[in-house]
């Protein structure tokens, strides 16, 4: 069995109370924390949420429709 790896770009800004932190190829994904790891550790979260969203939202649109669904594999380029 092979590992499945999606790289994704998190991005940190320090402000004074802390750090802002998204996703650049994820919209949506987005958060803060007082430290780096707690944003770090909140966009982790984030980015899940957002894809559990983003599942239901198209689960609900494509109810009742004949479509193909198929789990999609990255693996690092």
Do not use: H, K
């Amino acid at each position: 069995m092979t590992t499945t790896t999606m790289n994704l770009t998190a991005v940190f800004r320090r402000f004074p109370g802390g750090y802002a932190a998204f996703v650049e190829e994820l919209p949506g994904a987005n958060t803060q924390g007082a430290t780096l790891e707690e944003a770090r550790a909140n966009l982790i979260e984030a980015v899940g949420l957002v894809m559990e969203a983003n599942r239901e939202l198209a689960e609900e649109e494509l109810r009742g429709q004949d479509v193909i669904r198929e789990r999609l594999a990255l693996s690092p380029a």
